[in-house]
């Protein structure tokens, strides 16, 4: 167990009595409050951005060009309008399949460094570190990504389908543990995704921090843990289903303030 998740284990045994549940919230609640302004994401957003301006790759060139929708080299507010189409590219991309594009056009990379699962591939760090930083220059504006391209619109029919699909070996959908109020995976409450304050909460403080990880993840790792929970085929790594889930679930959370990295279990 690491460190961290030991000792919030440890400090809820020690609790006054009280409902379960109301200890397990106020618990959380205290747990994230300390961690606020000593966030352990913070040390991936420095690490972020020393990635971000180091010349890596074939072309020994840096990311500092690459586009992420406000124009060459803004980061100011590019997370903010995550996923939408690319005429570059010609896709709908969420931010580390664009970060991949960058990667691939601007450094030389090819597609050997790019991870083929988000679950247990080494791959995926860099790709964390540098979302973590470009979606920390978010912070403080609202989730408005736009949904103005026909492709978006697609993009957001198929999320929304997927959303509710039944699969797997459990029969389950996103919408089976995402639609009802009160439900608990260990110490994580569940969002509600058709509360929309539910939903902005959840969506707008991702990447976060995973205390039980110990580890920094995106919004993409997170889909592919809960598709693996749901005994759902492995998600590949910025494919359509994860961007257009990632596209659905931005509508539903828009005008969600941005506060990254968060803190969850």
């Not at 450094?107 to 988000?118: D, I, K, L, N, T």
């Not at 409450?189 to 929309?196: E, S, V, Y």
């Not at 889909?223 to 257009?244: F, K």
Request: with cysteine.
């Amino acid at each position: 167990m690491k460190p961290l998740a030991y000792a919030f284990a440890i400090w809820i045994l020690f609790l006054p009595s009280a409902t379960a549940d109301e200890r397990l919230d106020a618990t959380v609640r205290q747990y994230r409050e300390a961690l606020k302004d000593a966030s352990p994401g913070e040390l991936y957003v420095v690490m972020g951005d020393e990635l971000f301006r180091a010349k890596r790759g074939p072309k020994n060139e840096s990311l500092e060009s690459c586009d992420f929708g406000v124009g060459p080299g803004v980061l100011r507010g590019a997370y903010a309008q995550l996923p939408r189409f690319f005429a570059d590219s010609g896709k709908v991309e969420d931010l580390e399949s664009r970060l991949m594009t960058c990667m691939a056009r601007i450094q030389g990379f090819g597609e050997e460094a790019f991870p083929r699962h988000a679950r247990g591939d080494p791959r995926v760090a860099d790709l964390q570190r540098l979302a973590a930083f470009i979606a920390s220059q978010s912070n403080g504006m609202p989730l408005a990504a736009p949904l103005d391209h026909p492709k978006e619109v697609e993009a957001y029919r198929i999320g929304e389908r997927l959303f509710h699909r039944r699969a797997g070996a459990h029969d389950f959908s996103c919408a089976t543990c995402h639609t009802v109020q009160g439900k608990r995976v260990r110490l994580q409450r569940l969002a509600d995704f058709t509360d929309r304050s539910a939903a902005q909460a959840a969506i707008s403080t991702w990447p976060a921090y995973l205390v039980a990880a110990g580890d920094l993840h995106t919004l993409q790792d997170w889909l592919a843990t809960c598709y693996w929970a749901a005994r759902h085929p492995q998600l590949r790594y910025g494919s359509e289903v994860s961007i257009a889930l990632q596209v659905f679930l931005a509508q539903q959370a828009k005008g969600g303030i941005i506060a990254t990295p968060g803190i969850k279990r």
